[in-house]
Structure formats: C-alpha cells, structure tokens
C-alpha cells in the first residue's frame, strides 16, 4: 500500500558543514566536507549521526524527538532554515551544506543557544495567561468557545525553533526585534479570554518598531516555519488592531 | 570549585519537573530546575494523544468518576500498582486539568449537538447535552471505560509544556538548561540517616563541573527507553536520573523490567502515531489488509490494553500475517476511515509525521507501524510522599520515578496526567520537610568536594586513557560500539515476549559489556567542553547499568504481568509473584546489583486481584484475593442497605484521603455532581 519511494540506488552524498568551537581557543569558522552513503530513508537526523560516529565525533549539533515536535534542530539547510530532523536526505541534491542558524549565540558548529533567546523573549513579552482571580480547581472549569480553543491551539503550536528569526530581514538590522515567533506570540495571548490584558497593554508592548511596526511584511517567516503557523495574516491582524490603538493614543505612535 | 545552594533542586525540566517547581516556590521555597534542553524541548513535549481526568463532560464519558478510572488503573496495571497511590492520582487529576485549564492549555473544547464518530468502523451519531458546550472534551484510549482521554488535537504534550514552562517564568523560577546532573552528592547526616544533599552538575557548553547542594533533591528525568535500539522516545531518553540515583548505593529502583511496547509506532524509525488513532475509530490490518484484533479480543478489540494489543501483533506477525519489508515485517495501521478532515484537524502530527518520514497520505494509504519500545513503568522507588525509603531528602517524580501507579503496564493517558498529579503532591511533601529542622544542610565541603574531584577523575580517565593504563592493557574502548551492543541486546533479548535462555544471555552478556565499559577511551575528540564523543561514553557507562537492572528484573520473575511476558511462565502469579522487584547496587565493583522483593498487600486493596478480562483466565491465584473478595463484598452489601454514598463505602474499603496534601482533598464536580453552590 505504501509507496516506496527510495527505491534507486545509493547516491554517494557530498556535506559542507560550518564548523567553528568558539569555546575552542585559536579555533575559526571553516567550511568542512564529509562523504557519506545515503540509506533508504534517511534524514538529515541520521546522515549526521552517522557522520559523528565515523568521521568526526566532535561534530555538534542537536536533535532530541527527532520527530519534528520539539523544535531543537533547525539550522540552515542549503541556505533555507528548516528542521534537519524531518528532512529526508532524497528530497535534496547530493551535495548538501548546513550551516547553523544565524541570530542566536553559537554553541558549535551546528549547535546555537534557541532556548536562552525565546527565554528572553518569553519574559520580555509575559507570555503567559495574566489573571488575578483565585480558582477553585474542584469546580467544573470555565467554558470556552470549542471554535476558539482551536484557533487558539493554531496559534500555540509554535515550537520556538527560531527558523523564522533566522529567515527574517528585520532581524538583521534590528536587533531587539521580536520577529514573527514573538508576534505569534501575541497574537495567541490576544486572543485567549483567559488573559485579561487589554489591548492597550499589548500596545506597549509591542506597539513600536521592535514590535509590529518593526515588520516590513517580505513574509520570509511563513515560508519557513515548519508548523505552517498563518504568520502572515496574524502580523496583518495585530498591525491593524495595534495602529487603530496607536491613533487613539497619537503620543504613543513611534514611527 | 563551584557550589550553588538552594532549597530544592529539581533535576529535569519536563511536565513533572517544572510542576514541582512551581508547586515548591508557590510554598515559598528557593527552586532550581536543571535540564539538559531547554524544557520546552523535553520529551513530554512529544506526548501526543491526551491527559486522563475523570471529568465525565462528554456523552461518552458520561458516569466516569473517579471509582472508574481508578478500576481501570489497577487493571490495566494487571494488579502491579500501588492502590493508594492510584486513588491519590486519579482524585487529583481533575484537578490537575482544571489547572492547567487555567494556566492556559487550549484544551479541545465540546461543541453541543449531533457529532459522527467512528466506533467499531461504523458511523455513529453522539449527542453533547447544552449544558457540556464549551467544557473539555475527551476521547477513548485503550483499556478505559470511558471516553476519558482529554486532548488539544494532537498536540497534547506539546500544549501542557509550554503552559507549564510559561507558568514558571512568571514565577521568576531559576532554570539552567544544557545542565546534566552526573553524580547524587550524598552521606551520612547528623542524625545517623544516609542523605542526599544534592548534585554535581556538569555544564553541556562549558564543561564546567559544580555542585548544587540542597535540602531536597528531585529527579524527573524521563524514562530509560533510549536503552533499546529503536524506541519511541526522545533520544535524550537515556535513564541517567535513574543511574544516578542506582549509583549512590543505597537508592532503590522499583520493578525496572516493566516497559511498555507502543502498538503503533512507524517503521523503521520508531516514530510514534498516537493511540488516538485507534481512539478516533482507525483501526490494524494484515497483510491481506484483514482487521485481525476481533478474533484476539472480541470485546476490546483494537483498543484492548496496550501489552495485550502489542502481544497480538507480534502473534500475528508470527503466524505470517506480517507484511515484509526490508526492515522486518510490520502491519498496517488504517485511519483512512476516519476522513481526510478529522485527519488533518485531529490527528495532524500523524498526519505531518506520515508525510515528512514515510512520504505517504494517512487519508488514502495505510501506515506500517509495529510495536516498538515506548514506556518505562519502572524507576526509581519512592514512597507516596515521592521521597526515597532508603535516601533521606531524595525524591523523583513523573516517568522517572516508581511510587507505582502504572504497576506492569501503564494506561494510555495516564501518563502526562501523572507527570502533572505528582508535580502537585510531591511538591507538597517537599515543601513539607523543608519546613522541618531536619533538612537543614549540614554537609561538610570536604565532602561536596570529594564528589566534584570523583566525577572529574572519571572524565579525565575517559579522555586520557593513556595516561590512566599506561602499560595499555585492558584494551580501550569505543563506547559508540559498547552501546549498540546493549541495545541489540535489548531489542533482542530482552522485548515484548521474553523467556529465560535469551535473559540469561542477555543478563551475561551485558555483565560483560559493564566490565568493558570501564575500559572507554573517548577518540577523536578530545575537548572537555561541548563534546558529544565524551558525553556518548559517560552517558553509556550508566546505561549498561540500567540495562542489566531491567534484563537482570525480568530474568528472575518466572511470571507473566502486563507488559512483562514470559513465554516459558505464560501465567500471572499471584501465589508467588505479587511483589515489586527492588534494585539496589551497595557494590560498584560487583557486575550485579542486589535484588529484593516488595510484597503487596491485597488484604488492604480496595481492588483484589481478579481476572483482567483478555484472553482466557489462567492466573495462578493467590489465597487472599478470594477471602478479601469476600470482605468487600461484605462491607458493600452493609453500606448499600444503609444508603451511603461512594464517598463512604471506598473511605471504608481504603481509606487515602488523609495522605493527601490539605489543599488537594476536596470533591470533585461534575456536571452529574453538582456543588451546591453554597458549598463552592
Ligand atoms: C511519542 C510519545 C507520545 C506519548 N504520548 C502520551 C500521551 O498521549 N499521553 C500520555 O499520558 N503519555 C504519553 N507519553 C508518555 C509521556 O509523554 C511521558 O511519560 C511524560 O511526558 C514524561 O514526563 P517527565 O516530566 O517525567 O519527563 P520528560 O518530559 O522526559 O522530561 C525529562 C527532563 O529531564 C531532563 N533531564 C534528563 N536527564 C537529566 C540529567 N541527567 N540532568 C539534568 N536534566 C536531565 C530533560 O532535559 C527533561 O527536561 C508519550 C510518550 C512518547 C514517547
Ligand atoms: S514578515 Fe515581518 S516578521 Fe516575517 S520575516 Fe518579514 S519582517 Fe520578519
Ligand atoms: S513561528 Fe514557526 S518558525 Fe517561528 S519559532 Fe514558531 S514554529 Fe518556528
Ligand atoms: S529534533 Fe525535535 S524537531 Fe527536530
């Protein structure tokens, strides 16, 4: 019933990988090249096991599902961010070069330091459910509109793998700025009634060119987050709503 | 030499660390959480299916409570479980959605009216009742009841973890990650009582070692699956917390032979689809495309328990029903009769999962999947309260631990849900005993020092062997061949059916590995900091030993429970075999550890042993189960005539309410069990 779909025989794959261990003294960013057979199946997940178990055992780089869940291995991949881990080896050329991605600290080669960057972005923009009331966990919980629980659960499958910070062209001239993850981000906590932040309080803190005015909408992130999350219209969405309050308040308007 | 002091040190970041976390520094308590990734990466993340609670708000789980679920837990756990415990968990877990309801976890909400579900593959029609809209919803899972199952499509996991993690950063609590505990730093205490104190802590970046030393210290590390060549789990799944905890000598592990097989993972990489495919109405098939598991299981069919389904399948492929491929043969699951919209709606990471690694469409084609290893019931043995018999100020809690809900096999669904209930309650106990005069530190740092200076003298001999075996001899090591020949080990010998001449090999075979292992030279790569090679052969150094503690476990239970099957002792056993199996290993230098016996008591179980309900019935029956059955049904028969209500007749039977933390002892409601609103 399935398709076999790699059924040709093994292709001889050529890798250039980035290497660079700024932890290493004296050490400096090469570009380095491993030759590898391809197996039926493979991703960049194992072709990269393999090449640290026989050719270099100091390679670096991360993978803990290995199933497109977590979100630890995005990198560079021919010059595209993506997550190696869900990328089959035959849906590339043979000759395929990784890099890490760019933005976040290097760790090594291709291993960078998403966690600590969403962290800091997590607190700057309190992405958590703001209330004051105390619950009762004994009583029947609140009820929510079925529709709105999963446009809410659209929003909240970003798995903070950064893809979209290292495809986006604002990033690169600003640095404080909070990129599609942190406007999805947004977006998400706008629309939970849980949260009882109004918006003029999402108004500060995105309401400026780090935030939502910051985004020049070239869309380089929905392209490459692998949740396929609607970045897109959820950036237009806050714009509108942020500008309509930015005109209310006219002092706040930074642009 | 660096030593951070804290009040609690929790050593892991998934869904049953951050939530001892927050429960600790919500009591007022200094916490820090170490992970080896950021904890939105850990494996509670890949949870896909859904979190039971017993809240009985859809028609299909209309007349659940908590005398259901816990029925259902004890069963599924083929009598294993500690009862207590399971009635602690399934009256917190209500609770525990609730909370996390709360705490932002879009759950899959019920919309009222007419729904068609898939059941036994035929379209059936459900009513939600008015008064359920909106309320969290919930799907079937094997071996329940009930529709019991909740869920946020399938990303269930995924949704509990970053409510949780966010939880904790608006609570300011301290987590370090790319941080791996390598060493419990422990000694004997004022009062005479062996103590844990703490960690050595090695930085994944720097390759700094510190020591964290704490008045308590709680291991939630996951599981152990990552001992077997192919496993659902995540590859940091590799049992360190419960080596750690092994290698101090005097911390027990409890029933370490007890995994779990997932019926449906993908082949050939061990990518697990949920069982919320076969919850939904998917359904296996054959190679000749036959639904074979009502001729096995008439009643329960594709969604009879895990072991049991897992058994089936590997019968089945045993008769020639397989289908071949060049990775073995496997069988097809089928969800194309669910429709492409539940598909992509509900079912979407399996969806994803089918495109992005098999290259095929679930809505059209059938997916190859075969049972592979999933789960680790066993872990490291607490008490109730979540703290070591045997080392003071030490805990563990979620899959890590064995305080022992799951028993020989554990629920579907009841897994998440009991990462979360022990994050609550143990966080509790903690904040309870850190309260009393007894936890104050008083460990000397000649001591913390001693253990930082052991730790670094391990890794150096693995980076220089040469200049720890100058004459060369014993050879050294590659420990990426050491390790794979543990997991073939495993996968081969130690699987979903097991008898006593592989176990032995097994058990042999990996004594000899342990020997080897002390012989590893990490090659090629010989810097201290970030460095994968040197990580691999530590890492692998304890695996061997949480391999044998599982091969070694199996080997000596001459009895079939859940999930462990002996085709030599096909019966379960109670006459004999009603007991945990508890591990210890006082002797580094032996290639064994120390093996005793936990009895269970059924002459205070609220549930007797019976008959599980597969198969035919050939237990080998204890004499006490029938003189208990008896009692209860005595004092059932009393407290009906008299009129009591459920609350009461199990108060009597086992009575637990009183071992929970004060704040978690209220009632429960539900639609069918209103508060009086004077009473909310
Ligand atoms: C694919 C898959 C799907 C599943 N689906 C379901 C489901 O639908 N429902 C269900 O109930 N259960 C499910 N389970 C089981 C469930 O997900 C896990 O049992 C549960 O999430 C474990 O949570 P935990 O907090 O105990 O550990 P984990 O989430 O594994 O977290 C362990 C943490 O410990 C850290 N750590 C490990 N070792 C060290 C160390 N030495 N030092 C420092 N930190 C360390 C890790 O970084 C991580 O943060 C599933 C499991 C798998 C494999
Ligand atoms: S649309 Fe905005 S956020 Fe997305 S890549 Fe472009 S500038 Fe960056
Ligand atoms: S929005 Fe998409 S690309 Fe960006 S971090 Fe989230 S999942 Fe990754
Ligand atoms: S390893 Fe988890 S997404 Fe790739």
Same mark, same amino acid.
């Given at each position: 019933?399935?398709?076999?779909?790699?059924?040709?025989?093994?292709?001889?794959?050529?890798?250039?990988?980035?290497?660079?261990?700024?932890?290493?003294?004296?050490?400096?960013?090469?570009?380095?090249?491993?030759?590898?057979?391809?197996?039926?199946?493979?991703?960049?997940?194992?072709?990269?096991?393999?090449?640290?178990?026989?050719?270099?055992?100091?390679?670096?780089?991360?993978?803990?599902?290995?199933?497109?869940?977590?979100?630890?291995?995005?990198?560079?991949?021919?010059?595209?961010?993506?997550?190696?881990?869900?990328?089959?080896?035959?849906?590339?050329?043979?000759?395929?070069?990784?890099?890490?991605?760019?933005?976040?600290?290097?760790?090594?080669?291709?291993?960078?330091?998403?966690?600590?960057? &969403?962290?800091?972005?997590?607190?700057?923009?309190?992405?958590?459910?703001?209330?004051?009331?105390?619950?009762?966990?004994?009583?029947?919980?609140?009820?929510?509109?079925?529709?709105?629980?999963?446009?809410?659960?659209?929003?909240?499958?970003?798995?903070?793998?950064?893809?979209?910070?290292?495809?986006?062209?604002?990033?690169?001239?600003?640095?404080?700025?909070?990129?599609?993850?942190?406007?999805?981000?947004?977006?998400?906590?706008?629309?939970?009634?849980?949260?009882?932040?109004?918006?003029?309080?999402?108004?500060?803190?995105?309401?400026?060119?780090?935030?939502? #005015?910051?985004? &020049?909408?070239?869309?380089?992130?929905?392209?490459?987050?692998?949740?396929?999350?609607?970045?897109?219209?959820?950036?237009?969405?806050?714009?509108?709503? &942020?500008?309509?309050?930015?005109?209310?308040?006219?002092?706040?308007?930074? #642009? | 030499?660096?030593?951070?002091?804290?009040?609690?040190?929790?050593?892991?970041?998934?869904?049953?660390?951050?939530?001892?976390?927050? =429960?600790?520094?919500?009591?007022?308590?200094?916490?820090?959480?170490?992970?080896?990734?950021?904890?939105?990466?850990?494996?509670?993340?890949?949870?896909?299916?859904?979190?039971?609670?017993?809240?009985?708000?859809?028609?299909?789980?209309?007349? $659940?409570?908590?005398?259901?679920?816990?029925?259902?837990?004890?069963?599924?756990?083929?009598?294993?479980?500690?009862?207590?415990?399971?009635?602690?968990? /399934?009256?917190?877990?209500?609770?525990? *959605?609730?909370?996390?309801?709360?705490?932002?976890?879009?759950?899959?909400?019920?919309?009222?009216?007419?729904?068609?579900?898939?059941?036994?593959?035929?379209?059936?029609?459900?009513?939600?009742?008015?008064?359920?809209?909106?309320?969290?919803?919930?799907?079937?899972?094997?071996?329940?009841?009930?529709?019991?199952?909740?869920?946020?499509?399938?990303?269930?996991?995924?949704?509990?973890?970053?409510?949780?993690?966010?939880?904790?950063?608006?609570?300011?609590?301290?987590?370090?990650?790319?941080?791996?505990?390598?060493?419990?730093?422990? $000694?004997?205490?004022?009062?005479?009582?062996?103590?844990?104190?703490?960690?050595?802590?090695?930085?994944?970046?720097?390759?700094?070692?510190?020591?964290?030393?704490?008045?308590?210290?709680?291991?939630?590390?996951?599981?152990?699956?990552?001992?077997?060549? %192919?496993?659902?789990?995540?590859?940091?799944?590799?049992?360190?917390?419960?080596?750690?905890?092994?290698?101090?000598?005097?911390?027990?592990?409890?029933?370490?032979?007890?995994?779990?097989?997932?019926?449906?993972?993908?082949?050939?990489?061990?990518?697990?689809?949920?069982?919320?495919?076969?919850?939904?109405? =998917?359904?296996?098939?054959?190679?000749?495309?036959?639904?074979?598991?009502?001729?096995?299981?008439?009643?329960?069919?594709?969604?009879?328990?895990?072991?049991?389904?897992?058994?089936?399948?590997?019968?089945?492929?045993?008769?020639?029903?397989?289908?071949?491929?060049?990775?073995?043969?496997?069988?097809?699951?089928?969800?194309?009769?669910?429709?492409?919209?539940?598909?992509?709606?509900?079912?979407?990471?399996?969806?994803?999962?089918?495109?992005?690694?098999?290259?095929?469409?679930?809505?059209?084609?059938?997916?190859?999947?075969?049972?592979?290893?999933?789960?680790?019931?066993?872990?490291?043995?607490?008490?109730?309260?979540?703290?070591?018999?045997?080392?003071?100020?030490?805990?563990?809690?979620?899959?890590?631990?064995?305080?022992?809900?799951?028993?020989?096999?554990?629920?579907?669904?009841?897994?998440?849900?009991?990462?979360?209930?022990?994050?609550?309650?143990?966080?509790?106990? *903690?904040?309870?005993?850190?309260?009393?005069?007894?936890?104050?530190?008083?460990?000397?740092?000649?001591?913390?020092?001693?253990?930082?200076?052991?730790?670094?003298?391990?890794?150096?001999?693995?980076?220089?062997?040469?200049?720890?075996?100058?004459?060369?001899?014993?050879?050294?090591?590659?420990?990426?061949?050491?390790?794979?020949?543990?997991?073939?080990?495993?996968?081969?010998? %130690?699987?979903?059916?097991?008898?006593?001449? $592989?176990?032995?090999?097994?058990?042999?075979?990996?004594?000899?590995?342990?020997?080897?292992?002390?012989?590893?030279? %990490?090659?090629?790569?010989?810097?201290?900091?970030?460095?994968?090679?040197?990580?691999?052969?530590?890492?692998?150094?304890?695996?061997?030993?949480?391999?044998?503690?599982?091969?070694? =476990?199996?080997?000596?239970?001459?009895?079939?429970?859940?999930?462990?099957?002996?085709?030599?002792?096909?019966?379960?056993?109670?006459?004999?075999?009603?007991?945990?199996?508890?591990?210890?290993?006082?002797?580094?230098?032996?290639?064994?550890?120390?093996?005793?016996?936990?009895?269970?008591?059924?002459?205070?179980?609220?549930?007797?042993?019976?008959?599980?309900?597969?198969?035919?019935?050939?237990?080998? /029956?204890?004499?006490?189960?029938?003189?208990?059955?008896?009692?209860?049904?005595?004092?059932?028969?009393?407290?009906?005539?008299?009129?009591?209500?459920?609350?009461?007749?199990?108060?009597?039977?086992?009575?637990?309410?009183?071992?929970?933390?004060?704040?978690?002892?209220?009632?429960?409601?539900?639609?069918?069990?209103?508060?009086? $609103?004077?009473?909310?």
């Amino acid at each position: 019933m399935t398709k076999d779909n790699i059924s040709r025989s093994a292709r001889q794959l050529i890798f250039n990988i980035l290497r660079f261990d700024p932890h290493l003294k004296g050490d400096r960013p090469r570009m380095e090249r491993f030759e590898i057979e391809e197996s039926s199946g493979m991703t960049l997940f194992i072709a990269l096991n393999d090449i640290r178990r026989n050719h270099d055992a100091s390679l670096k780089f991360d993978f803990v599902c290995r199933a497109g869940i977590c979100g630890s291995c995005a990198m560079v991949i021919n010059g595209k961010p993506g997550l190696a881990c869900h990328t089959l080896t035959a849906s590339l050329d043979t000759e395929i070069t990784l890099a890490p991605l760019p933005v976040f600290e290097l760790i090594g080669d291709l291993s960078v330091y998403t966690g600590n960057w &969403m962290r800091g972005l997590n607190e700057r923009l309190e992405t958590w459910i703001h209330e004051q009331e105390e619950h009762d966990f004994t009583r029947i919980e609140e009820p929510m509109e079925p529709d709105l629980a999963d446009e809410i659960y659209e929003l909240d499958r970003c798995i903070e793998c950064g893809c979209c910070i290292a495809g986006c062209g604002t990033v690169q001239m600003r640095e404080e700025f909070i990129g599609a993850v942190g406007l999805n981000k947004i977006a998400r906590y706008q629309l939970d009634p849980r949260d009882k932040r109004s918006d003029e309080d999402y108004y500060d803190l995105i309401g400026d060119e780090d935030g939502v #005015f910051g985004c &020049m909408t070239l869309l380089g992130c929905e392209d490459v987050c692998p949740k396929n999350l609607p970045l897109q219209s959820k950036i237009a969405y806050l714009r509108r709503k &942020m500008l309509k309050i930015g005109l209310k308040s006219p002092k706040k308007i930074c #642009f | 030499m660096k030593i951070i002091y804290t009040d609690v040190l929790v050593i892991g970041g998934g869904l049953a660390g951050l939530r001892t976390a927050t =429960g600790v520094k919500a009591r007022g308590y200094d916490v820090v959480v170490l992970s080896l990734v950021p904890p939105k990466r850990s494996h509670s993340a890949a949870a896909q299916g859904g979190m039971q609670a017993s809240l009985a708000n859809s028609a299909m789980g209309e007349g $659940d409570n908590e005398d259901v679920h816990f029925e259902d837990t004890i069963k599924g756990s083929d009598w294993g479980a500690d009862q207590q415990v399971a009635r602690m968990f /399934v009256d917190t877990a209500p609770k525990a *959605i609730r909370e996390l309801a709360a705490w932002g976890v879009p759950w899959t909400r019920i919309q009222r009216g007419n729904h068609q579900a898939i059941i036994n593959t035929e379209s059936v029609t459900i009513n939600e009742q008015n008064q359920a809209h909106g309320l969290i919803n919930s799907r079937d899972f094997g071996g329940t009841k009930k529709w019991r199952t909740c869920y946020t499509a399938d990303g269930t996991g995924h949704s509990m973890l970053y409510a949780m993690d966010n939880k904790a950063q608006e609570q300011k609590i301290d987590i370090q990650e790319r941080m791996e505990a390598i060493a419990l730093i422990h $000694d004997e205490s004022s009062n005479g009582k062996q103590r844990c104190y703490g960690a050595v802590v090695r930085n994944l970046m720097t390759g700094e070692l510190s020591a964290y030393i704490a008045k308590a210290t709680t291991i939630a590390t996951g599981g152990y699956g990552r001992i077997f060549s %192919v496993s659902t789990n995540a590859i940091i799944c590799e049992g360190i917390g419960q080596a750690i905890a092994l290698e101090t000598g005097i911390a027990t592990l409890g029933n370490m032979e007890a995994i779990q097989f997932h019926p449906t993972a993908i082949v050939p990489v061990g990518i697990l689809t949920t069982e919320g495919c076969r919850g939904d109405g =998917g359904v296996l098939r054959d190679v000749d495309g036959y639904r074979f598991m009502p001729d096995y299981e008439p009643e329960k069919k594709d969604l009879a328990s895990r072991d049991v389904v897992s058994r089936r399948m590997q019968e089945h492929i045993r008769k020639g029903k397989g289908v071949a491929s060049r990775y073995g043969d496997h069988l097809w699951l089928d969800i194309t009769l669910l429709g492409r919209e539940h598909i992509e709606k509900n079912l979407r990471e399996v969806n994803d999962i089918c495109k992005n690694f098999l290259g095929i469409d679930p809505a059209e084609e059938w997916i190859p999947v075969r049972p592979t290893q999933h789960y680790s019931m066993g872990g490291i043995r607490t008490k109730y309260t979540g703290e070591s018999a045997t080392l003071k100020g030490l805990y563990a809690c979620g899959e890590a631990a064995c305080w022992d809900l799951h028993g020989f096999n554990r629920l579907g669904g009841n897994s998440v849900s009991e990462t979360v209930v022990s994050g609550m309650l143990v966080a509790e106990y *903690i904040a309870d005993y850190c309260a009393t005069i007894e936890s104050s530190i008083d460990i000397n740092s000649d001591v913390i020092e001693w253990f930082i200076r052991a730790e670094e003298n391990k890794l150096d001999c693995l980076l220089n062997y040469e200049q720890h075996h100058q004459d060369k001899s014993p050879p050294p090591e590659d420990a990426y061949k050491l390790r794979e020949a543990m997991e073939t080990i495993m996968m081969d010998k %130690v699987g979903i059916f097991r008898n006593g001449k $592989d176990l032995q090999q097994a058990v042999d075979e990996l004594q000899i590995l342990l020997q080897r292992s002390k012989n590893i030279s %990490v090659r090629r790569s010989k810097s201290k900091a970030a460095n994968p090679a040197l990580e691999n052969a530590y890492r692998t150094q304890k695996m061997i030993k949480i391999a044998l503690t599982a091969a070694y =476990g199996a080997l000596l239970r001459t009895e079939s429970r859940g999930a462990h099957s002996r085709e030599d002792f096909p019966q379960r056993n109670d006459k004999e075999w009603l007991k945990r199996t508890i591990i210890q290993w006082p002797d580094a230098n032996k290639t064994l550890p120390e093996v005793s016996y936990e009895a269970l008591n059924i002459m205070k179980m609220e549930l007797p042993p019976g008959f599980r309900g597969y198969g035919t019935d050939s237990t080998v /029956v204890h004499l006490d189960s029938e003189k208990r059955q008896q009692a209860i049904k005595d004092i059932q028969d009393e407290y009906h005539t008299a009129g009591n209500d459920r609350f009461s007749l199990q108060n009597k039977l086992m009575p637990y309410k009183a071992l929970l933390p004060p704040k978690y002892r209220g009632k429960n409601e539900r639609l069918n069990e209103r508060f009086d $609103d004077d009473q909310g």
